[in-house]
């Protein structure tokens, strides 16, 4: 205060007097030495708050008087802080009178506008850690633990069960020697138990899944007996399904229940699934009493669709009729917790309610709801077709009890189902007249049931081979429902056997459109295309059809004839090996592979598939007479006897079989049984040439007696078959001649086509020209000596072998489609087959 320059009131005011006057604390030049100042910028000393108690009596102690001279920006001193107006941070802080603190339109000298601090440039980069350390090492490992138990349950969700095991382990090192690592570091009371206990599951369920079902009851015996682990106890429900997959039902039910008492009653769910498993357990005990008393519990305490029909078979299987009843009642029953089908099926022309219904009429819960009530019919239909002959005096009378029933449940619409069941049954009871009149009992019914029964009828009568009615329902049923596919398969099979093969095929088609799936159209379709000559759009059907069935024996077939109709035999021999694989056993099918592998020249091929084709059915005659004349080609005679000789007992009235044995004996060189086996021969048939010849021939080689009677009895025999040829040409010249003079006398001229009778060759054998429904394929094979040559010289002559299509004669006939049922709900097996028998 002694700084201040007071004028004295007694003076008179002088506008420009104190413009000379200079207030040292302005005074920068001394700042150097100021004590105070210094001090204060060297600590926080300047900050500090004013002591006011300095100054009493004031309010602005220690603050000095700013005036108009020099800046604004006082300087603090040791004084106190420095006024509103110091410059704080490089930024003037203006007066609190006037504006607000903070914000000001001028910049100091140096200063630059930045609020978030960029001006002091980026941030220092993060201090690494040190992995050496014992606890970071720690953190790693038990990181590679948790990766490999990750990495071996998605190699299980993909499949790889090999894979999946290998992690398993692999994780399971690792976390020993995680472990370990703990125990070294005497952290051991910070051992990771969770990790251990998922370490220890994982394997356990891989061992079980690559059916290691010993290492997987030890690992679950080391969670179990660890009682640091929590519900370890409800493992053994995982162990009682090892047991029960091993077929050890004792220890599994001991398992089951062990784990039923570590489960309390606030988890009824879970109790409710191991009771029941129990009872399934019981059932493959064939203990039904105890299984009856596991079910019955929980149809009363929580009921479902798979109790209730695993208790109508222990029902079923003590006899018990009433509580078969009881029990059916209660199945169709069961609440199934899905909404009404009403729900999907839009209400108003709002577009936005149906944008909503058209996203949830498709998602995975109305899907869901679909399953779970496809599995409930399914359930309820063979519950009924099981309990219905049982039940009642009659199987009509059970099926008309549970169509009563079912009527009055939720399921209304099974009950139509039931009734083409019944009519199935008629049928498996060869009860026709009875199937046909249940059936005809739909015709007046809705469009859905109508159609079906319409198709059943259609198939029954295209069975009976009845074209014109099963033509007439089928239309029926095309009619009631025109998107029915098995409806336009039987019409195309109608049109099919009247061979308007282009309207048939027509139908196969759109029954392919309107159901992609559905395989019997495009089997049909496939035939139709081979007899039409289109090979190729043959194929490509037959092939489309093996995408879809792998393993169905006549798609590979029809391949492999499709292939050797196109002449590549390489292929053809590829399918009918595939074709092997699957029916190992087909005589038929390992013939034809004989068959193209001489075709081709491998002998040795050949032969190997004619003899198992002969080891699995020994009476197909090309077969033998095949075997028979490769070992006479090969100079084996003795082998070729036991060939002929059976097919001397297969066809005893064809004479060239025995001739055939006669001359393999005469071949070996053993004469004598060759003369008894020719003497025989002629007892059987005395008018036979060839035989007649070798007796000669045998007996003057041999210096018999008898070869003046046999000469003389060949020259009979001859003279009659001369006679009887000149009478059989002289009777077709006749009959040309009136044929010609018919043809003239109506202005039509023919030439007559003389076809010779069919007799013994010169040689001793018939033209065996077998004829059959299939198609057949000729072998040239070499044939025995004839007559007049020497007993070791053979000739290239040709035996006329016959092959029948491994399916049979009728593998050219459509397939006939019943309506689409499900498992049992079939009167008739829609195989692959061109025929469908019913079952």
Known sequence: MENVHLVPEEEDDD??????????????????????????????????????????????????IGTAYGSRMPVGTAMGRPMTGAVQDGAARPMTAVRAAGYSSSIARG??????????????????????????????????????????????????????????????????????????????????????????????????????????????????????????????????????????????????????????????????????????VFIHMGQYSDAITSFE???????????????????????????MKKAFQKLICVPLGIDDEDKYIPANDDPHANMVIEAIKNDKLHQMERDRKALAEKYIMTSAKLIAPAIESSFAAGFDWCVDMVKGSQYVELANDLEINKAITYLRQRDFKQAVETLKMFE???????????????????LEKDYDQADRYAELAMSADRYNPAALINKGNTVFVKEDYEKAAEFYKEALRNDSSCTEALY??????????????????????????????????????LYEMLEDPHQAIEWLMQLTSVTPTDAQVLAKLGDL??????????????????????????????????????????????YFERATLIQPTQVKWQLMVASCYRR?????????????????????????????????????????????????????????????????ESSARGRREGSAGSGSSSSPINTPPLRASDSGQSNHGTSAKGERLSVKLKTLPGSNEPYEASTQQEIDASYVDPLGPQMQRPKTAARKRTEEDEFADEELGDDLLPE
């Open 524 to 561: 049909n379709l496939g035939l139709t295309y081979k007899r039409l000559g289109r090979l190729d759009e043959a194929l490509d059907c037959f092939l489309k059809l093996h995408a879809i069935l792998r393993n169905s024996a006549q798609v590979m077939y029809q391949l492999a004839n």
């Open 111 to 280: 200063s630059v506008f930045d609020p978030l601090g960029q001006s002091k440039g980026p941030a220092p980069p993060l201090e690494k850690q040190n992995e050496d350390t014992p606890e970071e090492k720690i953190k790693i490992l038990e990181k590679k633990v948790n990766d490999l138990i990750e990495e071996s349950c998605l190699a299980h969700a993909h499949g790889d069960l090999q894979l999946s095991l290998e992690k398993a382990k692999e994780a399971g090192r690792k976390e020993r020697a995680l472990v370990r690592q703990r125990e070294q570091t005497g952290t051991a009371d910070h051992i990771n138990l969770d990790l251990t206990y998922s370490v220890l599951f994982n394997l356990a369920n891989q061992y079980a899944s690559n059916d290691m079902y010993t290492e997987a009851l030890n690992t679950y015996q080391v969670i179990v007996k660890n009682k640091m682990f929590n519900n370890a106890g409800r493992l053994k429900v995982n162990m009682a399904n090892i047991y029960f997959k091993q077929k050890n039902y004792t220890k599994a039910i001991k398992f089951y229940r062990m784990a039923l008492d570590q489960i309390s009653n606030a988890h009824n769910a879970m109790r409710i699934k191991i009771m029941q498993n129990i009872g399934v």
């Open 668 to 732: 070996s060189g053993n004469y004598q049984k060759a003369l008894e086996t020719y003497k025989d021969i002629h007892r059987k048939f005395p008018e036979n040439v060839e035989c007649l010849r070798f007796l000669v021939r045998l007996c003057t080689d041999m210096g018999l007696k008898e070869v003046q009677d046999y000469a003389t009895k060949l020259k009979k025999v001859e003279k009659m078959k001369e006679i009887r040829e000149q009478r059989v040409r002289s009777g077709r």
């Open 444 to 462: 007046k019914k809705d469009s859905r049931v109508k159609s079906a029964a319409a198709t059943n009828l259609s198939f029954l009568y295209f």
């Open 297 to 323: 519990y929980i149809m009363s305490e929580n009921p479902n669709i798979k109790t209730g029909f695993n208790l109508i078979l222990c029902y079923y299987a003590i006899g018990d009729r009433e509580r």
């Open 15 to 64: 506008l420009y007097t104190g413009y000379n006057d200079y207030n040292p604390t302005f005074d920068s030049e001394d700042l150097n030495n100021d004590v105070g100042f210094q001090q204060a910028v060297r600590t926080s000393h300047g900050r500090r708050p004013p002591m006011t108690a300095k100054y009493p009596g004031t309010a602005i102690g220690g603050r000095p």
């Open 597 to 642: 592998y001489d075709n081709e020249g491998d002998k040795s091929q050949a032969f190997q598939y004619y003899y198992e084709s002969y080891r699995y059915f020994p009476s197909n005659i090309s077969v033998i007479e095949w075997l028979g004349a490769y070992y006479i080609d090969t100079q084996f005679c003795e082998k070729a006897i036991q």
